[in-house]
């Protein structure tokens, strides 16, 4: 690589480097680990970085090795990780100022609940706003994986958020009118 391509690339890295550990922590549920896993893929992009930086989407491309090393770790881990002890249930007080980093911390705590490739679905579909096509093509995965991932994800999301509400709140499947 020539001393242009690697100005080029130290330049994207500092330009993208928390957008993309950002995207690593909503993976992996910890800041070290997403570090580790942005620097791992930064080192495969590095190695092709002249015909990525070519083609114009180094952080897509980037992004895209972000999502499959973290799908890679996690198939190698197989086991279910301690991410810590969030609350069971976030406070949803409105007049707690603290209520929307609670609900954060609860949201953050279930995506981490779904399984690597679904979590990757979730976050390139609503944290970097990808349609399901740019999705598909992010993770090599068909449109339909990712509208049936998206689907059973947010499904997923949706029943551990009512599961671990208050006593009392309706679950999905419970009707008051007995319909």
């Known amino acids: 690589m020539d001393r242009d391509d690697e100005a080029a690339f130290a330049e994207f890295v500092m330009r993208e480097w928390s957008r993309l550990v950002r995207v690593g922590f909503l993976l992996t549920g910890d800041v070290g680990r997403a570090e580790d896993l942005v620097q791992q893929a930064l080192v495969k992009v590095h190695r092709h970085w002249p015909r990525v930086h070519r083609d114009g989407s180094p952080y897509a491309y980037t992004r895209a090795a972000v999502a499959n090393e973290s799908t890679s770790w996690w198939r190698r881990k197989r086991v279910a990780e301690n991410l810590g002890e969030l609350p069971a249930s976030a406070d949803r007080s409105t007049t707690d100022a603290y209520a929307g980093v609670d609900n954060r911390d609860e949201l953050v705590r ?70």
């Open 110 to 179: 279930v995506l981490h609940g779904l399984p690597p490739r679904m979590r990757a679905v979730i976050v390139l579909r609503f944290y970097d706003d990808l349609s399901e096509a740019e999705t598909a093509h992010a993770l090599g995965i068909s449109v339909g994986s990712v509208k049936s991932q998206t689907s059973r994800g947010l499904d997923r999301m949706r029943d551990a958020i009512t599961d671990a509400s208050e006593p009392g709140h309706l679950t999905p499947t419970t009707s008051t009118n007995g319909a």
